[in-house]
């Protein structure tokens, strides 16, 4: 099974020049290219998505599939779900991936905002520079 190794510092999440001392003083916005971080995103989420899936369908990891069973014969018991296993794993896998990358850009947001003290993504070393 391989780690994935994300550097989220390399997405380009927006970022304002706010200081702790100026937090109630509007903020003055630097530009991001949209077009990139939408396309980092993207491709970070197909990577999260690939190793969650594989993580599912890992033999090592019994336990991982036995849960997602359980969670999948517990919807359609309750008639939450008319997909078969497979798809509904996909679905979730998808979900999961989607909420985790989204709740990483928020941190970062707030991490390069100094809303966050100290850094948990970014890191200790991390700076205004980038």
């Known amino acids: 099974m391989r ?15 706010t200081a702790p ?8 916005h630097s530009m991001i290219d949209r077009q990139k ?14 190793d969650l899936r ?4 890992d033999a090592e990891l019994p336990e991982v599939s036995g849960w997602l069973k359980a969670e999948y014969e ?11 296993l497979k798809s509904w794993i996909d679905d979730f896998v998808t979900q999961v991936a989607a909420a985790w990358v989204l709740s990483c850009v ?22 205004d520079s980038g």
């Open 3 to 17: 780690k994935i190794s994300v550097r989220l510092e390399e997405i380009s999440v927006l970022k304002t020049s």
């Open 21 to 28: 001392s100026q937090i109630n003083r509007k903020p003055k």
């Open 37 to 50: 971080l939408l396309s980092d995103l993207q491709s970070l989420l197909r990577t999260v998505e690939a």
């Open 74 to 84: 517990a919807a359609k018991d309750a008639g939450r779900t008319a997909q078969t």
């Open 106 to 127: 928020f941190v970062r947001y707030l991490e390069d905002n100094s809303l966050v003290d100290p850094p948990r993504i970014a890191g200790p070393a991390a700076d």
């Open 54 to 57: 594989a993580r599912s369908e």
